[in-house]
């Protein structure tokens, strides 16, 4: 799809002056002190491809909290530890919902729509809590191992702060306990979530970390099986109809690719075949999404034509 | 995809022979008399491509009511006539509800969540009514010129069926109505409706119409601009989201393919830049997805390697 | 409960004066514009005792629409006429939503919450329509025969203009018929209720036609049986937990009484054992319940200690 | 009334052995293993007047855990704490949902539409763990101090029981925390919820201690003020329309007095400027409501005509 990395590198590099140059659109999450106090003029783009390059423009290098794009590496490693057995306690349906909401927990018994909203993500907390001895240290080395880099770290001060505020996550917990979907005490689960979600790292491992999705599942640069060819289908596929929170169908509208952000301002964005896109920019629409990242993903998909709808 | 022809051919037989022998699961929708009527035995696949082949197995010339098949044409039409505009009227995000619920309706006053659900397609009916001097004509004639074929009719005797049990439609068209988001008469657009879903098609006529989808918009049959290449992914990409009622996430999940499903029993599904699968098996699952339908092109696409999320 | 009628006349007056020196707060019901053009300055109050006491002040006994007040009438008919078997169609149970809300009638399959929302009085125009051979005509000779006064009539002004505005009220009588609880048709179910809600009468009239809900189910002007004491009984309970819309359990709190208001500004209180009072004043509140009139009987209540909770 | 304290002692009697005669209906409560192995056959009435009297029937002086009956005596600590700011933070509309749903809180951003739903009585004990400093010794010394009986204690094991099935309160409680309604830690919160719900008493004991309810908030025994006549009747009126869960429509409707009924089988029932009554059968139907303890109380009430609504 893109014939000559240098004219890539120039793209990109276009894309961020262009975007910096517009006037600041959307808030900088403040829902928890450690995030409100992250510049909203920070702004970067890397894409990561499966045939070895890595580049990238603007603060791509700069480590941000990497929030519920944590969702995605704790979906792998619970598909990977209990397999089907997974779909069982989940859901892989779009919500029609607001992210983190109640409501529909609630109507479907404890059952969460899909492994990518909240109720989802802290399901997988406790699987992984409940299977593994230490299920923040194993957390942290898969997300190294991938991104091929022992430089990545959890932010406490981040950390903390979800912790202080973790109500509605604890809500969503003891929701899904009382019908009897949650095996760990509540406690474990919410600290193995909120540490996940604490992870800093930059545009540049979180796109090269997640080459694996748009190489059925192998890692090119090492060769090693993540997961299945069909586990890697699946995870783009959630990714592609849920990723986004409540405007996932208008992300597949305009563009067309697999994805998940993150309060933090960050967006993945999976090309089958090609490589991944990682942006960063931390104003957030309403919905939640990184408004300059979600521009950043468009413009290089349809300036390269990458969307999987055609 | 595929190399050769009569392979393809030999594999929908192969297919169909297997499903045939499988004790049936599901229920015919029994929702009208008229439907209700039809034997649970026939099935059928029809596979068209860009390439200009078409073959088939099993009944895939026996005509069928396409019921909310429909929804696609009357999108595209729809889109055609009003452009963008018709995105202030209906959303593009998945409903995360079962696919005639009023509830969301309500809650989203009386915007639906998308145009492949029951309130989004009394919408486009509505802007249909509105806009062309004899829509239902209009209607039958665009799916004539798309199949190539003038032997394509409205079953009277299911449009007279809907009809007269077409309370549930009657209420979500009159709650968007008292939101102030229908502009012609409540019956006309009932009418509208119940016509285009009391079109008889097979599945080879099915899977020709739709060749544009897969091509860009494009009809390679003819080299006729159907719509813009924008609108042919924007339909792709809500048919992936929402096509398949509340079942959309499980169908990307296993199978990865826009797709659109009627109560007929018939499924369509598009794979760009290669062509369109149509199956059909009037036995519905819960969901009110066609249950051989859907593993027929379940197995296609798997046997094929066809999934856009690969 | 009072000793002496001229001092009770007095204190009629004096609450009048203080509610007219007030500012206007609320608005008159605008949904349609047969309602809109209403004076808001207009307010009446009066009282009705069943030892034949017939007392007012202000604009009594100025005709206004009576809107949902006729809910209770319509009630009492359909309970004479089809007995329990009513309650196999209708709840009796409070809603916890705004009063024309559709989202519970879905969760409920079709079964209103209670007869005086307006699901419920739709369902009740369709008892009265089928079981009547004329039934508005039963309906306006009920209500003058109750009031004892002939000069009672249809505001067919009014009429036509719920009759164009009357979109949601479909909408939630189609939603029944989809659930198979509606025998009519849907345009006579409307015709009906739109005719009983267009009924012009006074405070005087109101409160002296429903004597008989304070009295046993007898009418104490000519020892008539209107209905009998347990359905005396069960309208007073029903106005008591749903009389009022969203504010029932506010005005119970406040007041304490068995109530009804309608979108025309009318409030009705029934004080079992003594009488009936009526006030009116078309500013109405966000819960759709007139903000003077409601002040009225809440000073009356409160003043005479006529409060049922004690 | 009553004319006759004897006649009523033999009509109590008369009703035990009617209803210990009828085939059970129901379950006993088995959310929590302590109250599961309660008999089903014990069953209690207690009628204790305004004017001294204090009679029963039946297993009358068995203790019982009183469950959600003492939200009626939370209420009246927290109106007698903070007045009116209490308000502010719960409403009093019957809810309109079943009595644990977590989907109106969320509707209602926090707020519990009243106090003698779960997620009310949680509010209140957030309001009594912050404003005493030993809020749960302090409600025990207020039962006694009502009951005029220091025989009164907390359950332990029953206790324990709902602290390890406490999950859908703990979720509720952190719900209303993360829209900022809750001041105290959730345990907290819960312990005191839990330890009130744990006081065992009998009927006579609960008869007797809510006399002040029916006497305009002063208690007869002693002459002490306990709340003032407005807050006695807005307890009443909040008993009437909501006090019953889902049921209290058809409890009003059918009986017609302000009540209240726990999940180990007790129901209390105010009578203004008459007296109270209390029954007690463990087996439940699917609102949660004593069956037989329901039946009694309304045998009496129209034995004796004492509803609120004549």
């Known amino acids: ?149 022992d430089n990545i770290y959890i932010d406490n001060h981040v950390y903390q702060s979800e912790l202080s505020h973790g109500s509605r996550n604890a809500a969503l917990a003891y929701l899904m306990k009382s ?4 095996d760990a005490e509540i406690p474990d689960v919410l600290s193995h979530y909120f540490t996940q979600c604490s992870i800093s790292m930059n545009c540049q491992q979180l796109a090269t970390s997640l080459l694996f999705l748009a190489n059925k599942g192998i890692d090119p640069k090492t060769q090693k099986v993540i997961c299945t060819p069909r586990d890697a289908h699946r995870v783009n596929a959630i990714l592609s109809t849920s990723g986004m929170y409540d405007q996932s169908g208008e992300f597949a509208f305009s563009v067309g690719l697999p994805a998940k952000s993150g309060v933090g301002g960050g967006v993945i964005a999976i090309v089958p075949g090609y490589g991944v896109i990682c942006t960063w920019s931390p104003p957030l629409n309403k919905f939640g999404n990184s408004v300059a990242g979600t521009k950043l993903v468009s413009g290089l998909a349809e300036e390269l034509g990458l969307s999987i709808y055609h």
Chains 1, 2, 3, 4 share one sequence.
């Open 1 to 149: 799809m893109i014939k000559n990395i240098s004219n890539l590198q120039a793209k990109l590099q276009e894309l961020i002056i262009t975007q910096k140059n517009l006037p600041t659109q959307g808030h900088v999450a403040d829902y928890i002190p450690a995030l409100a106090e992250v510049s909203p003029k920070l702004m970067g783009i890397s894409v990561a491809t499966i045939d070895g390059n890595v580049i990238g423009a603007g603060d791509y290098q700069i480590p941000f909290s990497i929030q519920s794009i944590s969702k995605v590496f704790g979906l792998v490693m619970a598909m990977n530890r209990i397999g089907d057995d997974l779909w069982q306690r989940v859901n892989m349906e779009p919500s029609g919902q607001p992210f983190n909401s109640i409501i529909q927990l609630e109507w479907e018994k404890g059952i969460p729509r899909n492994p990518v909203i909240n109720a989802g993500a802290l399901l997988i907390s406790d699987v992984l809590t409940s299977r593994f001895s230490a299920s923040k240290l194993a957390f942290l080395s898969f997300m190294r191992s991938l991104a091929g880099d």
């Open 179 to 182: 019908f009897g979907n949650i």
